[in-house]
């Protein structure tokens, strides 16, 4: 597959979740997610172009990546219940996904509403300010940036993700499923208030807080899994 990455086996017939990377990320950001839903939930993660062994592929746009990642997925079995779960810049790649293909449930985690995205175009101004942002999301290691080959294979594609979140236009849609958003208490991006806005893309809204920053779902993987497994099992 070139668009998805299953990192656990699950057997035929298992309810399938659909993870779309933050900015910068890539697919194996949910290998412990897969793992920790293995064998009950089948996780396919998007690796999206221009990062490890897509690494020498064009990006492209929010609404592109969206529609191929759809169409990859249509040429795979069915599964029996599908869910997006977008974490960041995932989420709104996953929204987009949901109005092509409708999701059982869509889970937008650690993100701006389609219709509230908002970046700080200065970001791109210089590489000093696209580090001081990933230090403040806490997704890189200050270690990892001080080394030069290292930084020179995270800056390259999370650039030209925040160039595509910059030319988002933005969606007031709404989507014929539920969405559960998630957010950290402490997040700096994305307060309770933000992930709220998601209420206006569906009539059928959920949220849930959970204990730490952007990344929340690192330390809080057992409850995140927990809460999509419940989820999953609400819609058999």
């Not at 697919?27 to 939930?41: I, N, Y």
């Not at 893309?201 to 993987?221: A, E, K, Q």
């Amino acid at each position: 597959m070139r668009w998805l990455r299953r990192f656990a086996t699950t057997p035929p017939g298992a309810p399938r979740v659909v993870c779309f990377p933050h900015a910068g990320g890539a697919a194996g950001a949910f290998v412990p997610l897969a793992k920790e839903l293995a064998p009950h939930v089948e996780v396919l993660a998007v690796q999206y172009p221009g990062r490890q062994d897509r690494r020498q592929e064009s990006t492209v746009d929010l609404r592109t990546a969206a529609r191929l990642v759809v169409n990859e997925l249509a040429a795979l079995p069915p599964a029996p219940t599908t869910a997006y779960f977008g974490h960041s810049m995932g989420a709104i790649v996953a929204f987009e996904a949901a109005l092509l293909v409708r999701p059982e449930v869509l889970f937008a985690s650690a993100a701006r509403a389609p219709s509230r995205v908002d970046v700080d175009p200065g970001l791109l101004d210089s590489e000093q300010a696209l580090v001081a942002e990933v230090l403040a999301l806490g997704a890189t290691s200050a270690r990892v940036l001080a080394e030069p080959d290292l930084r020179a294979m995270v800056l390259p594609p999370l650039r030209s993700d925040y160039r595509a979140l910059l030319g988002y236009p933005g969606n007031r849609s709404r989507i014929d499923a539920p969405i559960v958003a998630l957010v950290g208490d402490a997040d700096p991006r994305v307060a309770e208030a933000d992930a709220l806005v998601w209420a206006d893309h569906t009539t059928d809204f959920t949220s849930r807080v959970f204990r730490g920053d952007h990344f929340y779902l690192i330390p809080g993987l057992r409850e995140v899994a927990r809460v999509v497994g419940a989820e999953l099992a609400a819609l058999v």
